[in-house]
């Protein structure tokens, strides 16, 4: 059974700073992986499917990285609007999620 | 523009029953397959059910099998989840979602409390 990890939980970075958020698949995933975006009182957001492709209407400040075990969600140059909890999920298998990374704003 | 609309949430006893409803405008929705994704307050999401684009295959969580039971009518772009013996467990907000993999649609969700 996999076991999807995110570090860190929480994560406090200053507008226009770099955020790096990363993800754990307990075994290989390939690139079955993909990101969402909540923010507060709505519903998840599909940001990154394919470990690095945006889906349609994602800023370019977001981007995604890695393979097999290892990701990384990138945020370039973090705006206020980017609070939220970010979620990966791999689809390798049955749909997965992992218990999410908090971002605030400095 | 592409939306999920869920309804029939609310408060309902242990034990009690309950249906979803997720409406379905703006894109070909007999052709996705869809999810029902639920998320306990301040948690994690988890997916619950899935169904195929033409309704003929489902899968559910190990949670829910038996009490959860999936269905679409494709001629009214709606997906359906019938919650039968409730538990305080299944308290969340229930979300539809379009994909076959990963999910491109969310709808806004519906909360269901199950309390005595």
């Known amino acids: 059974e996999i076991v999807m990890t995110q570090s860190p939980a929480t994560l406090s970075v200053s507008p226009g700073e770099r955020a790096t958020l990363s993800c754990r698949a307990s075994?290989?995933?390939?690139?079955?992986l993909a990101w969402y975006q909540q923010k507060p009182g709505q519903a998840p957001r599909l940001l990154i499917y394919?470990?690095?492709t945006r889906a349609t209407g994602v800023p370019v400040r977001f981007s995604g990285s890695g393979s097999g075990t290892e990701f990384t969600l990138t945020i370039s140059s973090l705006q206020s609007e980017d609070l939220a909890v970010y979620y990966c999920?791999?689809?390798?298998?049955?749909?997965?999620f992992g218990p999410g990374t908090k971002v605030y704003i400095k | 523009e592409v939306q999920l609309v869920e309804s029939g949430g609310g408060l309902v006893q242990p034990g009690g029953s309950l249906r979803l409803s997720c409406a379905a405008s703006?894109?070909?929705?007999?052709?996705?397959?869809m999810y029902w994704v639920r998320q306990v307050p301040g948690q994690g999401l988890m997916w619950i059910s899935r169904?195929?684009?033409?309704?003929?295959?489902?899968a559910y969580a190990d949670s829910v099998k038996g009490r959860f039971t999936i269905s679409r009518d494709n001629a009214k772009n709606t997906l359906y989840l019938q919650m039968n013996s409730l538990k305080v467990d299944d308290s969340a907000v229930y979300y539809c979602?379009?994909?076959?993999?990963?999910?491109?649609?969310w709808g806004q969700g519906t909360q269901v409390t199950v309390s005595s």
């Open positions: 394919g470990a690095s």
């Open positions: 703006g894109f070909s929705f007999s052709t996705y397959w």
């Open positions: 979602a379009r994909g076959l993999r990963f999910f491109d649609c």
């Open positions: 075994q290989s995933v390939s690139r079955n």
């Open positions: 999920q791999q689809y390798n298998n049955w749909p997965l």
């Open positions: 169904m195929n684009s033409d309704g003929d295959s489902t």
